[in-house]
C-alpha cells in the first residue's frame, strides 16, 4: 500500500525500532489514508490523534512479535 514504510523488526532492521523510525512510518500510514500530506488547520487535531494512535499501536506490535531464531542469534552473538 504504502511503499515508503519500511519493515521494523528484525532481521529488517538489525536493531530495536526507534521511536523516531515508529513515528516515522505511522505518519507515513496516516498521510496514505488520509490523502494529505500536511492536513488543514481544522483537521490537525484527528490528523495528529490518529498518528500517535498508529504509532502507540506499531509500538505494542513491535513489542509483542517474537521473531524465530532471535534469540538464539542474539546468545551467539553474545558468545563471541
Known amino acids: 500500500m504504502c511503499r515508503s514504510i519500511k519493515t521494523l523488526r528484525p532481521p529488517a532492521l538489525p ?3 526507534t521511536e523516531e523510525d ?4 505511522a505518519l ?16 490537525r487535531e484527528v ?3 490518529a498518528v500517535d494512535a498508529v504509532a502507540e499501536a506499531t509500538r505494542d506490535l513491535l513489542d509483542g512479535l ?5 534469540a ?3 546468545r551467539a552473538g553474545a558468545a563471541a
Open 15 to 17: 536493531e530495536k525500532a
Open 47 to 49: 490528523f495528529d490523534a
Open 28 to 43: 507515513q500510514y496516516v498521510r496514505k489514508v488520509s490523502g494529505f500530506h500536511a492536513p488543514a488547520a481544522h483537521n
Open 22 to 25: 515508529i513515528r516515522a512510518a
Open 72 to 74: 538464539s542469534s542474539a
Open 66 to 70: 517474537q521473531i524465530r531464531g532471535a
